[in-house]
């Protein structure tokens, strides 16, 4: 995957956090990225991984809804424990992730459980940065999550460095 198509995934992902309907607006989306340099291959690419996410497809699903009222998909809930090895803006940070789709509910079990062995007392963002570079053993989706994440913008600088 090129960095064109993390640009436009790092686009869309910032359109669905500010409650764009992908979906509606899509032809506009699709116009705007064109005029700005990308290529069709690389937007479809974008719009591909976006849509193939379950927590998306559930929520904005299928035309045969007919005004019926969905449910959307559950949330999960931290425990005791969770709730006091993570910083409350590390528990915002892995809930965001979850609920947009950037990690997948297994991801985020495992983000836990190995958060819960760590010895510190408290795991700040940088801590859960480590975990989660561990846990997710991609590159392309760790840029993702960094350039959609402004509680890692310490993070995103210095990855920043890397790239260019």
Not at 23 to 51: H, K, M, P, R, W
Not at 86 to 110: C, F, N, P, T, Y
Request: proline share 1%; charged share 30%; net charge negative.
């Amino acid at each position: 995957m090129n960095e064109n198509v993390i640009e436009i995934v790092s686009y869309l992902v910032k359109q669905i956090m500010h409650n764009e309907d992908i979906i509606e607006n899509e032809e506009q989306l699709v116009e705007n990225l064109v005029s700005q340099g990308y290529e069709i291959a690389d937007i479809d690419t974008a719009f591909e991984l976006i849509f193939s996410s379950d927590v998306y497809n559930e929520e904005n699903g299928a035309e045969d809804s007919n005004d019926e009222f969905k449910f959307k998909k559950s949330q999960r809930i931290l425990d005791i424990r969770e709730r006091f090895k993570l910083s409350v803006s590390a528990q915002g940070v892995l809930l965001r992730l979850s609920s947009l789709g950037l990690i997948s509910d297994d991801e985020l079990e495992e983000l836990l459980e190995k958060s819960v062995h760590i010895k510190k007392r408290e795991l700040g963002l940088k801590s859960l940065w480590k975990i989660l570079s561990k846990v997710i053993d991609d590159p392309t989706r760790l840029s993702v999550i960094i350039e959609n994440s402004p509680e890692f913008e310490s993070i995103n600088s210095e990855h920043k460095q890397y790239i260019n």
